[in-house]
């Protein structure tokens, strides 16, 4: 199947017992509410990793008592950063160093170690550049930045960019309990209807209590999503 809203609409209904049951939003409101209040929730935990290049002429202007090298990423409209995951920069027009030509002997072999080993201790003499992010678009270095390659996490536009296994067993069951107590609110202004068939109890209040139940399940399994990078700390 599909990563549609019609998918997960068709997800929400099923287990809401329509068409025997009406909901009382229509599908375009409900698609407008998930895309404006759960999928951002969901890519808190579960984002897109995506990657802009940061050069020279994203350098801002400044004024006096402000970093001297601040950079504007250059990010999609109405597109914002959750996280910075990495950053690879240089002074150099590529995050490439150097060029290493290909191996075709052994005696290049040997070449090649020394090559290497030499470019390791110049990288251990120099200065790290370090850098700080300032949202919503904002990064400051310690020095000048030729080319980089910034890589970031951010909020899904499309069902199609989340992982299929959180997507089928996270996002589509997060997307069913928020209506759930949406729907719970909006019954709760009626106890119950008086009809000329007798009075029909809403029993919104279990409809509530169920729908923050499975969010709360949704949000655990979100929890345990391993992180990108996992700190090891030598004793």
């Known amino acids: 199947m599909a990563q549609t809203w019609n998918d997960v609409l068709q997800h929400i209904k099923i287990n809401l017992g329509v068409p025997f049951n009406k909901l009382e939003i229509s599908d375009d409101d409900l698609v407008e509410l ?7 929730y969901f890519s808190q935990y579960a984002a897109r990793k995506k990657f802009k290049a940061i050069s020279s ?11 001297i090298y601040q950079y504007k990423i250059p990010l999609d ?5 959750i996280d910075v995951l990495n950053l690879y920069a240089s002074n150099k027009q590529t995050i490439l160093d150097a060029s290493v030509p290909l191996i075709s002997s052994p005696d290049q072999v040997i070449d090649t170690v020394i090559y ?5 201790i110049v ?3 120099q200065i790290y550049n370090t850098w700080e992010f300032f949202p919503p678009d904002i990064l400051v270095f310690d ?11 951010t909020v899904h536009q499309e069902l199609k960019t989340i992982e299929p296994d959180k997507y089928h067993l996270m996002f589509k069951k997060l997307c069913l309990a928020n209506v759930k107590v949406w729907l719970a609110a909006m019954r709760s202004k009626f106890e ?10 809403l029993n919104w209040e279990a409809l509530k209590q169920e729908g ?5 399940e949704v949000t655990q399994l979100l929890t345990m999503i391993p992180p990108d990078f996992l700190v090891h700390i030598d004793v």
Do not use: A, H, R
Request: aromatic letters at 8%; a negative charge.
């Open 34 to 40: 998930l895309k404006n209040q759960v999928l951002p």
């Open 123 to 125: 990288k251990s003499m």
């Open 192 to 201: 119950n209807l008086s009809t000329q068939f007798g009075p029909i109890v």
């Open 77 to 81: 409209s109405e597109e914002y950063i």
């Open 116 to 120: 290497n080993s030499y470019l390791d």
């Open 212 to 216: 923050q139940q499975e969010k709360e």
């Open 143 to 153: 020095s000048d930045v030729t080319f980089g390659i910034l890589e970031y996490s």
């Open 57 to 67: 002429v994203d350098l801002m202007s400044t004024t006096s008592g402000q970093p």
